[in-house]
């Protein structure tokens, strides 16, 4: 399924609290999610950041890519299952949907390495999260953004994702 142009504008905005890169501190993250939440990261320096903070995300989605250039992908010392699919730039793959439901019944911490780009998976990842989930992603030049999973962003999500071919 493909990112139709009119939607663009629409994802700029975040899904949910946007913290500034000068206010992403361990503490400030901390604020926003309980000691019980199921934590998923979607991007390579968001799960890298979270890793840092002592904060093991129970779900990483990476892509070993940070603004369209290579990096080296955040150390897999505490993760649990590895799974990898593909999904290309602009784009939600069915693969890349399975492997994300799939993760939810597989041991945590679990990776799923993209092979191609993985910023369009916080909607199905929002979407399909289990409840007292918190997604992070980040806002290109601008901070992290925090998603507390609801029912309001589960519609939103599924908004989206119908309204792509």
């Known amino acids: 399924m493909k990112l139709p142009e009119n939607l663009r504008n629409q994802l700029k905005t975040p899904f949910g609290i946007l913290l500034p ?3 992403v501190t361990k503490e400030n993250v901390l604020k926003h999610i309980s ?3 199921f934590i ?4 390579d320096a968001t799960t890298e950041k979270m890793l840092k903070f002592g904060i093991t995300p129970s779900l990483q989605i990476i892509d070993a890519l940070e ?3 290579k990096r080296e992908p955040p150390s897999i010392d505490m993760v649990a299952t590895l799974i990898s699919c593909n999904n290309p730039a602009g784009e939600i793959t069915t693969e890349s949907i399975t492997a994300i439901k799939n ?7 679990v990776r799923i390495t993209i092979n191609g780009e ?5 909607i199905p990842a929002c979407l399909y999260a289990p409840n007292n989930s918190v997604v992070m992603y980040g806002q290109p030049n601008e901070g992290l953004v925090i998603v507390q999973i609801e029912d309001k962003i589960r519609k939103k999500t599924q908004l989206i994702l119908d309204s792509m071919n």
């Not at 993985?118 to 916080?122: A, I, M, R």
């Open 21 to 23: 890169d000068s206010q």
């Open 35 to 37: 000691s019980d939440s």
């Open 40 to 43: 998923i990261t979607v991007g």
């Open 67 to 69: 603004k369209r250039s």
């Open 103 to 109: 993760s939810f019944r597989s041991k945590p911490p």
């Open 118 to 122: 993985e910023d369009l998976l916080v």
